[in-house]
């Protein structure tokens, strides 16, 4: 009887761990939670806020970082000549108004705020966007040049006028001053640090820079010379570094920080049923995807393959992954389909770059057969070895089976994976782009020959004209026309095969308000405070 | 003595200079490029050049390791590439975290593990004897990370009476400092505690069978005293040099810990310099450690060899 009643345990426990992963059905629906926002009287004021980073941010400088988290606190900061909205649009910010394109798109005039001083006490002015952004274009270390665009000229035409010349038009700027080229430095601080500003920034915003214990915390603190100050409600706000997701769970979840920034879709599900902690959910302007070499690097044999040369087998490829099951599969419904460079959030998406391919095994294996391949076709792929990824990358593995394709996932370290994309040592790998406002900084950099991160190799006349037709366009229909067709081109090409967009999901406790966080992934904590007992 | 003792202080020189060696190469058989780590998703070709020739990795290999001692002399550890800040400085901020927390897990674990094989000792063939096992074994097989995260769990987030995360500097403010110090100094003393405890049974069962404790009841003396005076103290001499050897283990074992509880030491800049390959910052607190471990093996040696003339002598024989 003992080992019929073991034997039966034992195959139940089998049986558990053999079941096999089934797609869900539809995930419920998930609709945008940007912003939570109480009345201005149910703030209590003071306090020091902590939030949970789940990076550390690089240098402090607007003008070299480049990491995504170094945003995060920056735009406590460092207030940017423009900024963006719920809905994904370009607004002023220290500027007073959208800039003055002249007709021939050459010429760009933006008016700038008065009366704005910077955290040292010194005025900001247009000389001031002058030097911002003149470091920016040349600066050695600059992250900031190329985004800037073909300028000729940048002058301060009076103390709040900047007019800049561009040799070709750039339309991209704007959205460009939207980010960290926008983000205007203290000239007296510049003068006094130098390459060293971001070992203690000076900027225009409601906090100032405190003080940063390195791989730890940074610490901002309220601002008295800041221009807006009524709106600020916080003493101070530290940034805690918390590299692991079930850390900044249990900390949310203990009280001990009040916010905490890309939840797992693993955590999301459990913490939202909790009492006393709130989430926000945004979409991302970025994508994850496969990216194929298609001739880039020095290694043949990463190229010379059915899939790098020939644009059916690719099709192939993108046609077996039903992206929808996927995603529902292993993010549990947070994150969505993809299937171009341009989020549908975007106020650039069209229907054409919202069109997605079909879901069709079998006519993948059929045009697999038509490009006269052997089956099944190995595919050698590099993944980074995170938890999330792996799941996902199995299931590509196990989904593109059926149409004919034997994937090898080779999991690496972060580090090493961006370094075999750097160098092309690579026949098929999974990496995502955190996504730019402008849909130049998504497609542009990926697609152009020889531009900086075009590392598939892909050169495609007919797509190259259509992306610098865009960039260079004023119109917006018309730019919306056209990265629609730049859109449907990369569909044609699949150099980067467009898989899911993640969800930019924030955890906040309910004795905080006044936190945003909009398609760009920021966390914006600059109007953030505690609650008074009875407003929570 | 002087000799043995100088003689020990020249291996300890010697394993400095070759653990430095094989720190500096290394760190560059890592694979993953510091200048992409470090410009990320902007990274461009020009900016990349700029970088790698800003960190001097653009220099051949060997020009770059006579760099690295030359600053290793100068005591000039160079700026963190991703961070830009100096790497003493990162150095001087997190060591006394790490130091604190080793103490306080040293400390737990002693106390600990010796309570708990004295009362294996003294209960022996009873429950308390199993009970004292049964926990050394928990806390020698639960690896750090799983027991850190039950204790946030249930300590921190179920109960709220520890805080989960955070750090106050114990010298400014002992009493917050030892609050939050509490949670992970206890999970980082389990092992330590669970060698103790093993050891102490051991050393006491060996202890207590000897003639002269025999003698000492036989005289009537009450067992406590017995326990203490003979038992304990001759146990101690291993146990000190148990402590010793195991210090190192805890400094690695910090790494594990202070990356839970988001502890600013010495341990979560290693682990998070590893992972942005920050050259300066990961050869700078290799070193550190490697030295650390050494003057520690060197003091134990020293120790011992006091505590144990036998050791001096016949290694000079030798």
């Not at chain 1, 991302?284 to 059916?312: A, I, M, R």
């Not at chain 2, 406590?224 to 146990?235: C, D, E, I, K």
């Not at chain 2, 400094?251 to 594990?256: N, P």
Request: contains cysteine; glycine residues 8%.
């Amino acid at each position: 009887m003992k080992k019929r009643i073991t034997a039966v345990l034992a195959s139940v426990v089998l049986m558990a761990g053999c079941t096999p992963v089934q797609p869900l059905g539809e995930p419920p629906e998930r609709p945008d939670v940007k912003s939570v926002n109480a009345d201005p009287g149910a703030f209590e004021d003071g306090g020091d806020l902590v939030m949970a980073l789940s990076s550390e941010p690089d240098r402090l400088d607007p003008t070299t970082s480049s990491s995504l988290y170094t945003r995060y606190v920056m735009q406590t900061m460092c207030q940017k000549l423009y900024d963006i909205d719920a809905n994904g649009d370009i607004t002023p910010m220290l500027a007073t108004a959208l800039p003055d394109i002249s007709e021939d798109g050459k010429t760009v005039r933006i008016p700038v705020k008065d009366g704005v001083r910077f955290a040292d006490g010194t005025d900001f002015d247009a000389e001031a966007v002058k030097t911002t952004i003149e470091r920016g274009l040349n600066l050695e270390e600059s992250s900031r040049s190329a985004e800037l665009g073909p300028i000729n000229d940048v002058t301060a035409v009076d103390d709040h006028t900047l007019e800049v010349t561009f040799d070709e038009p750039f339309a991209p700027f704007t959205a460009a001053l939207a980010d960290r080229a926008g983000m205007i430095m203290s000239p007296t601080a510049l003068d006094k640090a130098g390459e060293n500003f971001g070992d203690h920034p000076v900027c225009v915003g409601p906090f100032k820079f405190e003080k940063r214990i390195a791989q730890t915390s940074i610490k901002v603190v309220k601002d008295a010379n800041y221009y807006d100050a009524d709106k600020v409600h916080l003493d101070s706000i530290t940034y805690q570094i918390m590299s692991d997701a079930n850390i900044r769970a249990a900390n949310i979840r203990s009280g001990d920080v009040q916010v905490a920034d890309t939840i797992s879709p693993q955590d999301v599900d459990a913490l939202k049923e909790e009492s006393g902690i709130g989430i926000l959910q945004s979409n991302s302007l970025g994508y994850q995807g496969l990216t194929v070499n298609l001739g880039f690097g020095d290694n043949p044999e990463n190229f010379e393959t059915p899939l790098g040369q020939d644009p059916k087998v690719r099709k192939a490829l993108s046609m077996a992954i039903d992206r929808k099951a996927l995603v529902n599969t292993v993010f549990n419904g947070w994150f969505s389909p993809a299937c171009s460079g341009i989020s549908p959030d975007s106020p650039f998406a069209t229907a054409a770059s919202n069109a997605c391919v079909d879901y069709d095994p079998e006519a993948a294996k059929k045009l697999l057969e038509d490009a006269g391949v052997d089956l099944p076709l190995k595919v050698n792929m590099k993944v980074s070895n995170t938890q999330d990824t792996l799941r996902f990358a199995q299931a590509v593995q196990a989904a593109t089976k059926e149409a004919g394709f034997d994937i090898t996932v080779q999991p690496m370290e972060y580090t090493a994976l961006l370094d075999a994309q750097d160098r092309g040592d690579y026949e098929l790998l999974q990496l995502g782009w955190s996504g730019r406002v402008d849909p130049h900084g998504n497609l542009y950099t990926f697609h152009y020959p020889g531009a900086g991160n075009n590392v598939t190799g892909v050169d495609d006349d007919k797509l190259s004209n259509l992306l610098t037709r865009a960039s260079e366009a004023t119109d917006m229909d018309e730019r919306k026309k056209l990265y629609g067709e730049a859109s449907q081109r990369t569909g044609e090409l699949n150099s980067i095969i467009y898989l899911y967009r993640q969800k930019n999901l924030t955890a906040f406790t309910d004795n905080v308000s006044g936190i945003d966080v909009f398609s760009d992934g920021v966390v914006h904590l600059s109007e953030a405070g505690f609650l008074k007992k009875d407003a929570q | 003595m002087t000799r043995f003792v100088l003689t020990k202080i020249f291996h300890a020189i010697i394993t400095f200079v070759l653990s430095g060696i094989v720190i500096f190469f290394g760190v560059r058989m890592l694979p993953g490029d510091p200048a992409l780590a470090m410009a990320g998703e902007e990274a461009t070709p020009e900016r990349l050049d700029a970088i790698r020739a800003d960190l001097g990795l653009d220099q051949p290999l060997i020009v770059q390791f006579l760099k690295f001692l030359g600053d290793i002399i100068t005591g000039d550890l160079g700026e963190s590439t991703r961070t830009g800040l100096a790497v003493t400085e990162m150095i001087a901020t997190t060591l006394p975290v790490t130091l604190w927390l080793s103490l306080y897990a040293i400390i737990v674990a002693v106390i600990v593990g010796i309570t708990l094989g004295m009362v294996a000792e003294r209960f022996r063939g009873k429950w308390p004897e199993l009970g004292s096992n049964f926990i050394a074994l928990l806390g020698l097989s639960v690896p750090n990370f799983w027991l850190g995260l039950l204790a946030i769990m249930g300590l921190a987030v179920i109960l709220g009476w520890f805080p989960a995360s955070g750090y106050v500097d114990v010298l400014s403010d002992p009493i917050r400092g030892i609050y939050y110090l509490t949670l992970p100094a206890v999970i980082l003393g389990t092992s330590l505690a669970a060698v103790i405890t093993r050891q102490t049974r051991a050393s006491m069962i060996e202890s207590m069978g000897t003639d002269y404790v025999r003698m000492a009841r036989a005289k009537g003396l009450s067992r406590p005293r017995v326990l203490f005076r003979y038992g304990l103290r001759n146990s101690l001499i291993v146990l000190v040099t148990i402590i010793g050897l195991q210090l190192g283990g805890l400094i690695s074992g910090a790494v594990v810990t202070e990356r839970i509880f988001a502890l600013p030491g010495l341990g979560k800049l290693t682990l998070d310099a590893v992972f942005s390959r920050d050259y300066p910052v990961i050869q700078a607190v290799v070193l550190v450690i490697t030295a650390s471990y050494i003057l520690i093996n060197l003091a134990v040696d020293i120790l011992y060899s006091v505590i144990n003339p036998q050791i001096r002598v016949s290694e000079d024989a030798s």
